[in-house]
């Protein structure tokens, strides 16, 4: 059985940051939820609020100091929303350095691999995991109608790789939200092809995973462990909120 992990979800209330609480929570995870609005929170877990589009740097102290991990799935849910993946990142980096805390794991998107940005302006034109269809036609068009979420997203990367934490990037090729099947095609430097649920993206999410130091690594693939794992959190939740931080203690 693996140890019991502190964790720090950002973004909790979203797809994927709402799948990795729950998990967290069932298995009895030490968890702390940064979210904008507490009241969205139904899970009975430590909360921090924080603004990411203007966060506040004690709040974000506070959220991850003593952390394992932190783990999240920040990005654009909306027009107001643009740049809060890079802009929210940037502050959690520095947080982290704060505090002490390495290891941070987030969720991106696959069209990132061949989006330039400033620390990567000449990135490969086609992805080696697209089919013709996808390389000529859909990634074209999504693309173009994600222009600006994707720039984010790769403005996001930079920071991490800058950053000198030990930092893993998933890229899944879709999220569906449909039921966890526990089947994962993985693949680094391209996409595997297959769609994801929001399930599939956040079960794998082991405490190996947020505990090990790996390389650091950009990963296009919906599975941070190995392909067959089917644990996602496991542990006890047993620990005392941060002296000086603003919690909102949830009840069920």
Request: proline fraction near 8%; aromatic fraction near 4%; hydrophobic fraction near 40%.
């Amino acid at each position: 059985m693996e140890r019991e992990m502190k964790l720090t979800i950002v973004a909790a209330t979203g797809g994927i940051g709402r799948q990795a609480l729950e998990l967290a929570v069932a298995a009895g995870h030490d968890v702390t939820a940064v979210v904008r609005d507490p009241k969205k929170l139904s899970q009975a877990v430590r909360v921090v609020a924080v603004d990411l589009l203007a966060p506040d740097p004690v709040a974000l102290e506070c959220s991850v100091k003593g952390a394992d991990a932190v783990l999240s799935g920040l990005g654009a849910a909306s027009k107001s929303d643009a740049g809060v993946a890079s802009q929210g990142t940037r502050a959690i980096v520095q947080a982290m350095k704060e505090t002490g805390v390495r290891r941070i794991v987030v969720v991106s998107a696959a069209p990132v691999s061949t989006v330039p940005s400033p620390g990567r302006p000449t990135p490969p034109k086609h992805d080696p995991g697209d089919g013709f269809f996808m390389r000529n036609f859909l990634s074209p068009l999504t693309k173009a109608a994600l222009r600006n979420t994707y720039a984010d997203l790769a403005l996001m990367e930079d920071v991490l790789r800058d950053s000198g934490l030990d930092w893993t990037v998933v890229r899944p090729p879709r999220l569906t939200d449909k039921p966890l099947t526990g089947t994962y095609r993985t693949a680094y430097g391209g996409t595997s092809g297959a769609a994801s649920s929001f399930h599939a993206l956040t079960s794998p999410i082991s405490c190996s995973a947020c505990s090990r130091s790996p390389r650091r690594s950009s990963r296009p693939s919906e599975s941070l462990t190995d392909a067959g794992s089917a644990v996602a959190f496991l542990g006890k939740f047993r620990s005392r909120p941060t002296p000086g931080c603003k919690f909102y203690p949830l009840h069920r």
